[in-house]
């Protein structure tokens, strides 16, 4: 029986800003074994998102900066026979927006709308491993 690691390790670092205080940053890695049958599904509301093909073990570094909901969005790993799927995961949201806001229920939607959390994402994967990117917002 083949056993995999999933691994997340995760620090926070301030970064040097000329007006107010300096944004947090959170980071998370994920390292596995992956062949080239499998693939990677990514799914987050805002981010830029670069793959780098190399060979050996598959690689997702994720930075997110924020200075709204930063310290409780959470990144969710799941291992699926097709491969990985990464999701952004928002906390229940009990604040309601102005009535002419036109978004599902607070409850519903999480924090997503209250955050301004962006992701970096930079995906390191052997030759033929399939990426299926949805990004509600992309970032450049």
């Given at each position: 029986?083949?056993?995999?690691?999933?691994?997340?390790?995760?620090?926070?670092?301030?970064?040097?800003?000329?007006?107010?205080?300096?944004?947090?940053?959170?980071?998370?890695?994920?390292?596995?074994?992956?062949?080239?049958?499998?693939?990677?599904?990514?799914?987050?509301?805002?981010?830029?998102?670069?793959?780098?093909?190399?060979?050996?073990?598959?690689?997702?570094?994720?930075?997110?900066?924020?200075?709204?909901?930063?310290?409780?969005?959470?990144?969710?790993?799941?291992?699926?026979?097709?491969?990985?799927?990464?999701?952004?995961?928002?906390?229940?949201?009990?604040?309601?927006?102005?009535?002419?806001?036109?978004?599902?229920?607070?409850?519903?939607?999480g924090a997503?709308?209250?955050?301004?959390?962006?992701?970096?994402?930079?995906?390191?994967?052997?030759?033929?491993?399939?990426?299926?990117?949805?990004?509600m917002d992309?970032?450049?």
């Amino acid at each position: 029986m083949t056993r995999t690691a999933i691994l997340f390790f995760l620090a926070a670092a301030p970064v040097l800003m000329a007006d107010g205080p300096p944004p947090s940053i959170r980071r998370w890695l994920l390292e596995q074994p992956i062949n080239a049958r499998h693939s990677v599904e990514l799914r987050l509301a805002r981010a830029k998102v670069l793959q780098v093909v190399r060979p050996g073990p598959l690689r997702i570094e994720i930075a997110a900066r924020g200075s709204h909901g930063l310290h409780s969005v959470r990144i969710k790993a799941d291992r699926t026979r097709e491969g990985m799927s990464i999701s952004d995961v928002y906390p229940a949201d009990a604040t309601v927006g102005p009535p002419s806001e036109c978004v599902p229920p607070a409850g519903a939607r999480g924090a997503l709308w209250s955050s301004d959390v962006v992701f970096e994402v930079t995906i390191y994967a052997p030759y033929g491993v399939g990426t299926f990117v949805d990004v509600m917002d992309r970032r450049r």
